[in-house]
Nanobody
């Protein structure tokens, strides 16, 4: 059974860092695009960052460019989201998702196009 398990969330002060992990099982990362999404209280879910199955294409929301980095460890079948210089507005539940290769990472992040599997979220709270 295919599954995504997100972890690494927690409480951090503004300016701090966290690294989220998304471990895939039941399939390999080279078969799907993978994305990180977040949903803050009272807001719609938004795409944060997505990476193609080859790792050659990435997409970032404007609000996180220069602060967040998406990466993959193929040996561990895991996608990471390194989050630096965190701000209170980054507070949200973060989800990872796997998307079909019929769409681009840009569309996957912008419109959740092609997503076939969602993992459970991990809470990130940025608060002093």
């Amino acid at each position: 059974q295919s599954q995504l398990v997100a972890s690494g969330g927690g409480l951090v002060q503004p300016g701090g860092s966290l690294r989220l992990s998304c471990a895939a099982s039941g399939f390999t990362l080279d078969s799907y695009n993978i994305g990180w999404f977040r949903q803050a209280p009272g807001k719609e879910r938004e795409g944060v960052s997505c990476v193609s199955n080859s790792g050659g294409s990435t997409n970032y929301a404007d609000s996180v460019k220069g602060r967040f980095t998406i990466s993959r460890d193929m040996a561990k079948n895991t996608v990471y989201l390194q989050m630096n210089n965190l701000k209170p507005e980054d507070t949200a539940v973060y989800f990872c998702a796997a998307g079909s290769l019929i769409t681009t990472v840009q569309r996957m992040c912008a419109r959740t196009d092609g997503i076939t599997l969602w993992g459970k979220g991990t809470l990130v709270t940025v608060n002093s």
